[in-house]
């Protein structure tokens, strides 16, 4: 049963790491809800959800959208590993009109039943947004409000990280291509099941800069996901997030719904 334990091991350490590799190579939103896959604490060893959610019109309004979404989450001890990549690609009219990407790696070890602290390393690209790359450094606390296992759990997360903007050059702006600032992170998770086959989530995150309160950035994001069969769910999601000064030719708010399927393994 050692061997068979140590062997597990190995390979969830080198899942970590090709994880890991990719994260750094890869090129998106500045807030990531890494949250959504368990309600209270994690069993020991390997968790991952994959989601695909699609939507699409046709006639007089011709659209196109798909998202996929990885989550791997590895609680090994009193530390949590997690990884999420997600792409979403999307046409209006032929027209491509949806293409951001990120990579998202973070690191929890747990202080207490109620305390934990954690680190994290993001990079991501939204060219429709002029956001060719953005990279995260950052870190912080997280409590525990409630936690009552496999029915309901609330998180309050603080902490700050570094940002690297690099943004597209377009006619008619004046905004630097590049920017470099340090933002305040804060964030409350609100898992809730419903019943045997309704599970709710809400997650909404404040990041404001230090250097200038008024830039400041929110986002909610909300799921409901219905039980399908032991591995499988219907998702409805919804985010909504608003950035207080965007680059210019931006808008502030953004608002995505999605529906489609999650797997779990």
Known sequence: ?????????????????????????STAQAIV?????????????????????VNGAAGNADKSSSKADLLSLWQHETHTEFLQLQYAYGKSRGQVDTDRAFAHLRHRSALGPAWAVEGFAQVGRDPFSRLT???????????????????????????????????????????????????????????????????LYSTTYYQPAFADAADFRLLEQASILVKLDQHLDLKLSLDVSFDSKPPQTVQKRDLFYNTGLEFSF
């Open 133 to 199: 790359q953005r990279t995260l450094l950052g870190g912080g606390v997280r409590w525990a409000l409630f936690e009552e296992n496999l029915k309901s759990a609330g998180y309050l997360g603080f902490g700050a990280f570094h940002e690297q903007e690099t943004l597209s050059s377009k006619l008619g702006t004046s905004d630097p291509i590049r920017s470099v600032l340090w933002r305040a992170n804060s964030y409350l998770v609100l898992k809730r099941q419903l019943n045997e086959q309704v599970r």
């Open 1 to 25: 049963m050692s061997l068979f334990n140590a062997a597990i091991h190995s390979k969830s350490s080198a899942f970590i790491f090709a994880l890991c590799t990719l994260c750094i190579s």
């Open 33 to 53: 809800n890494v949250e959504q896959a368990i309600i209270g604490q994690p069993t020991q060893g390997m968790h991952s959800t994959l989601d695909f959610l």
